[in-house]
Each structure stands twice: as C-alpha cells, then as structure tokens.
C-alpha cells in the first residue's frame, strides 16, 4: 500500500542553525502539507502545497519557514533559523484531491522529531 | 477560528465494554476524519465523513457524522486491548483545504 515517507526520523540541531526535512508523499498524490505537534499538543497545520506554490500557510508559517519541491518526488520543509521552540513532531501529508465536495482524503508521514538545544 | 472539541479527553475501559467519544464544533466541516495515533508516529487514517448524517462502519468501529456537519462521535463495540491509542478528529472547513485537529481522546483498553 502507498505511504507517506520522510526523512530523518529524528534529527537534533543547534540553535540557529538550518534544518531541512523531507518528505516523499504517495506518487499520485497533488497536494502537500506540513503540520507540526509540539509534545502534548495538537497536531497543527502548517502549510499547504498544490502547483508549485503555497495554497495556504498558517500564522505559525513564517518568514523562517519555507517549502519547495525540489523534484518529482520530494517535498521539503526548511526551517532557516532554527529556535528552542520550533521542537516539535514535524508532520507531512499528502492528499489525491481537494475542494468543495472532496474527501480531502490527508494520509500521514511517520513524523520527524525535531529537537533544538 | 474552528475550533473542534473532543471529549472524554481520556477514557480507560475494560476489554470487552462499549465506549462513545465525541467532537464537536460550532463550526460547519466539508469533511471529517478520524484519525488514529500511536506515540512517535504520525496520525493513520481511519475514515473520512463527507455527508449530514452518514454513518461508517469499520469493523467494530462505528463513526457518524452530525446532520448539521458540525460534530461526529465514534463508537466501539467490544473494545479489546488493541484499541488503545489516541483517536483524534480533524476537520475540513468550508472553503478550506487543511484540517483542523482536536486535541484527542486519549483510550486505554485493559485486558
């Protein structure tokens, strides 16, 4: 069955510094999404990713944030200047349609545990 | 802001006993999902709700969806130890692509 990979599982950092996710959603899939869940917490949305451009990001999607697919395979998430708060479970999720009447049918990536010390 | 409100937060059972959980909003969803979560892993979906009044079955799990779009609950039958996991609502809002999560309803099932 198609699934939802990312990678690293788990990956710590400085803070400061740069990180990168990634992510590769099911293959027939068009629309992609972030979300992150900090320890506790609900799992929260990021931003979403449809045509090579943000469809929709959320108040938590700042400017340190950003997203690309860089082929056509992956979908990454950049965090460019990484804060003691930005310690999270990074989700990606990817969706075959979207819109009024649609399932929006969002399937899960096992997570990236981010931590910043 | 939507805001989707799940209750009980936590709910231990005894294998074999009938549990209901619920989410509820004031907020109209296009969609609902239920999703299931283990700890460390991303939330697996369980099924989606598309319709006022739809009702899914899955096994011993049963999900409707409010006619009014706006709440949905999840019903277990003969709960075994399996179940255990944290069972979360998202919803799709009118007009909106992304979900927006509960906070989860947290279920221990003892042998």
């Known amino acids: 069955e198609p699934e939802v990979t990312q990678t690293p599982s788990h990956q710590v950092t400085q803070m400061g510094q740069e990180v990168i996710l990634r992510c590769v959603p099911i293959?027939?899939?068009?629309?992609f999404y972030w979300y992150r869940q900090i320890l506790g917490q609900k799992v929260e949305f990021l931003v979403s990713f449809y045509n090579n451009e943000i469809s929709e990001k959320s108040e938590i999607f700042d400017d340190q944030f950003s997203v690309e697919r860089p082929d056509g395979s992956n979908f990454t998430l950049k965090i460019r200047s990484t804060k003691l708060e930005d310690s999270a479970m990074y989700f990606c999720?990817?969706?075959?349609?979207?819109?009024?009447?649609?399932?929006?049918?969002?399937?899960f990536g096992p997570g990236t545990r981010l931590t910043v010390l | 802001t939507q805001l989707l409100e799940q209750s009980p937060q936590f709910l231990s059972i005894q294998e074999g006993e009938n549990l209901t959980v619920y989410c509820n909003s004031s907020s109209v969803f296009s969609s609902l999902q239920w999703y299931r979560q283990e700890p460390g892993e991303g939330p697996v979906l369980l099924v989606t709700?598309?319709?006022?009044?739809e009702v899914k079955k899955l096994k011993r799990l049963t999900f409707q969806f409010g006619d009014a779009r706006k709440d949905s609950s999840l019903h277990i039958t003969a709960a075994q130890p399996g179940d255990t996991g944290l069972y979360l609502c998202?919803?799709?809002?009118?007009?909106?692509?992304?979900?927006?999560f509960g906070k989860g309803t947290m279920l221990l099932v003892s042998p």
């Open positions: 998202a919803g799709v809002g009118v007009g909106y692509s992304t979900l927006t």
């Open positions: 709700v598309v319709t006022g009044g």
């Open positions: 293959s027939n899939h068009l629309y």
């Open positions: 999720a990817s969706s075959a349609e979207q819109g009024r009447g649609s399932y929006n049918e969002q399937f």
